[in-house]
């Protein structure tokens, strides 16, 4: 069999790395055809040099043309492109089988959307691109015959642990058909689960970043610590299995080996389990139907930590809290939230807000727009836009 072409979009970044680690390890059946990164120049040439590409794309025309000299010295012959239509052209390039939406936060939306509307495989680890236009994005998948396979290793958990009938179209089916009463989305609780919240104003960046259990990017880390990666993840797993916001509960597991679960109305429950790895959630993607090896630690089970679970405490993660009303809401309340968040991420890693500020900014946008109404691309693109100048307002209150 010929091998798959891929493309990688945000190759650069933590999952697209992973994403080459594993392609790296099965040459006979996975050939690169296109890497995408912002603005990493190094890491892109290197990864070239590694993989050859017969595409390349950066964000910055200068930084494209810095990559074109480099790789012409290296005598790397791949093709270097810039901008946002570049992104989505190698998308939906007529060669690529799959892609890989990696690219962190709304900047991922016109590319993967593209790669739907090719009517490529797309593996999303792009959340945010769900977030912000979950009702369109999954008609496209429909429309234009995509296949859509998740990344996020809670929903990647969740799919492995479906019906294989439901796995073809789960994004169609009705979940209690198959006799599903519930999905438990589990998650760790982040590196504050146990701190006292008087203590809340005086986290750093650099605390924040510091996951306990996976090594990831600096915006999905810090809502990681705020619990909003699972309020956004909350949204994705409503759009990918079609579920309504009664049918999900979160349940804290501080361990991160169960990636997430299945309940069924016979009382079993359905689990996956794993070291923490996104290898592992990338290489069932990677192949499904079938299994390829990841080179992820196996599990030893005379090892592993005691399991346990909590409920969330909406007092110290409110931000999850907020991404569950969007979620209520609709999609205008879902977009605003997204930028509202990715806004005062940035804030704070820059130094600009405290850590309490985030779900305080998030709260103050998602209430300006929580009643917004989007359906077309246009719409849902305007009011990201409205919300990110919004959000950019109300940072002045809280300097
Ligand atoms: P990262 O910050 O490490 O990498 C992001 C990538 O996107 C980089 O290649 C960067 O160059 C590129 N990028 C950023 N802004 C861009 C722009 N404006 N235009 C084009 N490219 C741009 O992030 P990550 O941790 O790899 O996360 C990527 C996505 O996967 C996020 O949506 C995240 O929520 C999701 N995800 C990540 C993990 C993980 O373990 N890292 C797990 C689950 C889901
Ligand atoms: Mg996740």
């Not at 995408?36 to 050859?52: A, N, P, W």
């Not at 049918?247 to 361990?255: E, F, G, K, N, S």
């Not at 990715?342 to 929580?370: K, T």
């Amino acid at each position: 069999m010929m091998p798959k072409q891929v493309v990688i979009l945000g190759a650069t970044g933590s999952i697209g790395c992973s994403t080459l680690d594993v392609v790296a390890q099965h040459p006979e059946l996975y050939q690169v055809l296109a890497l995408t990164g912002g603005k990493r120049v190094d890491v892109l040439l290197q990864q070239c040099i590694q993989f050859r590409p017969r595409f390349a794309a950066l964000t910055d025309a200068a930084d494209a043309a810095e990559l074109r000299r480099q790789l012409q010295q290296a005598g790397v012959k791949t093709e270097v492109f810039s901008g946002a239509q570049a992104l989505a052209d190698l998308a939906a390039h007529p060669d690529a089988d799959i892609v890989m939406a990696a690219i962190v936060g709304a900047a991922g939306l016109l590319p993967t959307l593209a790669a739907v509307k090719a009517g490529k495989t797309v593996l999303l680890a792009n959340k945010e691109a769900l977030v912000m236009s979950g009702e369109l994005f999954i008609r496209a998948v429909q429309q234009h015959g995509a296949t859509l396979l998740p990344i996020d290793s809670e929903h990647n958990a969740i799919f492995q642990c479906l019906p294989a009938t439901l796995q073809q179209h789960c994004y169609q089916s009705q979940l209690a058909g198959a006799g599903i009463a519930k999905i438990l989305l589990t998650g760790s609780g982040g590196p504050f689960r146990q701190k006292p919240l008087t203590e809340f104003d005086l986290i750093t960046p650099e605390q924040a970043v510091a996951h306990p259990n996976w090594s990831m990017g600096k915006k999905i880390s810090v809502d990681s610590a705020t619990m909003m990666n699972k309020g956004l993840e909350f949204i994705e797993a409503r759009w990918l299995f079609n579920c309504a916001v009664s049918d999900i509960q979160v349940v804290i597991h501080p361990q991160s080996i169960i990636h997430s679960m299945v309940q069924y109305t016979d009382g079993s429950v359905l689990a996956q389990l794993g070291n923490p790895d996104m290898r592992t959630p990338i290489a069932h993607a990677l192949a499904f139907p079938e299994r390829i090896a990841s080179n992820v630690k196996p599990l030893n089970f005379f090892d592993v930590p005691a399991f346990t679970f909590e409920a969330p405490d909406y007092g110290r993660y409110p931000c999850l809290l907020l991404a569950q009303q969007a979620c209520a809401a609709g999609q205008g309340a879902t977009t605003a939230l997204n930028a509202a968040n990715e806004i005062a991420v940035e804030a704070f890693l820059n130094r600009q807000i405290r850590f309490p500020e985030i779900a305080a900014l998030n709260a103050r946008v998602l209430a300006h727009f929580s009643a917004s109404k989007v359906a077309e691309l246009e719409e849902i693109l305007a009011l990201d836009a409205q919300a990110r100048t919004y959000s950019q307002l109300l940072l002045k209150d809280f300097v």
